[in-house]
T-cell receptor, first 111, second 113 residues
Framework: TQLLEQSPQFLSIQEGENLTVYCNSS?????LQWYRQEPGEGPVLLVT?????EVKKLKRLTFQFGDARKDSSLHITAAQPGDTGLYLC???????????FGQGTRLTINP | EAGVAQSPRYKIIEKRQSVAFWCNPI?????LYWYQQILGQGPKLLIQ????????DSQLPKDRFSAERLKGVDSTLKIQPAKLEDSAVYLC???????????FGSGTRLTVV
């Protein structure tokens, strides 16, 4: 059972466009993390969101945690080829110590 | 700081053979995780250690997979005997006891033929 559903699974857009990736669940999480993974490497942490409604910005990336702490979104403005990669969301349940990962969104930015 | 070290980077074996992977976590990180990532999917937790004790191994196929973390530092993950469906990237990660985020190694890509 996939507790975290990411959409879309694949996204290919042109350089300069904007995009949003979604991470949804029926479960409440105490925190949610976003990772980016490049081919042949392990995932690298981008951000952790903890408070419902929280918004964090990392340069051209904007992360939002849903008010009910069940969902999250990642918005990229003016995408660049260097943004290409697999984006993974991962949730931590209250009282738990292990992250549950979504299946990922594979993003390709074409020059 | 040094990252999470894993070896080997790649391994090709025949089915029914055995294989072992090694992980050295970040110094001071009490918690160590082994994840399996099948192509096109997100990582799936196999086993979690805190120091040298197992916290969660509910998704570890114990008939063929085993893992240990002697002295609470390095860890090894073993598969014996391997099956074709074990082909995946095996990722090791470590974190502080109350994780703000995991640090992953580069993984070992296993191909079972």
């Amino acid at each position: 059972t996939q507790l975290l559903e990411q959409s879309p699974q694949f996204l290919s857009i042109q350089e300069g466009e904007n995009l949003t990736v979604y991470c949804n669940s029926s479960s409440v999480f105490s925190s949610l993390q976003w990772y980016r993974q490049e081919p042949g490497e392990g995932p690298v942490l981008l951000v952790t969101v903890v408070t419902g409604g929280e918004v964090k910005k990392l340069k051209r990336l904007t992360f939002q945690f849903g008010d009910a702490r069940k969902d999250s979104s990642l918005h990229i403005t003016a995408a660049q080829p260097g943004d290409t990669g697999l984006y993974l969301c991962a949730g931590l349940h209250q009282g738990a110590q292990k992250l549950v990962f979504g299946q990922g969104t594979r993003l390709t930015i074409n020059p | 700081e040094a990252g999470v070290a894993q070896s080997p980077r790649y391994k090709i074996i025949e089915k029914r053979q055995s294989v072992a992977f090694w992980c050295n976590p970040i110094s001071g990180h009490a918690t160590l995780y082994w994840y399996q990532q099948i192509l096109g999917q997100g990582p799936k937790l196999l086993i979690q250690f805190q120091n040298n004790g197992v916290v969660d191994d509910s998704q570890l196929p114990k008939d063929r997979f085993s893992a240990e973390r002697l002295k609470g530092v390095d860890s090894t993950l073993k598969i014996q005997p391997a099956k074709l469906e074990d082909s995946a990237v095996y990722l090791c990660a470590s974190s502080l006891v109350r994780p703000g985020g995991y640090t992953f190694g580069s993984g070992t890509r296993l191909t079972v033929v």
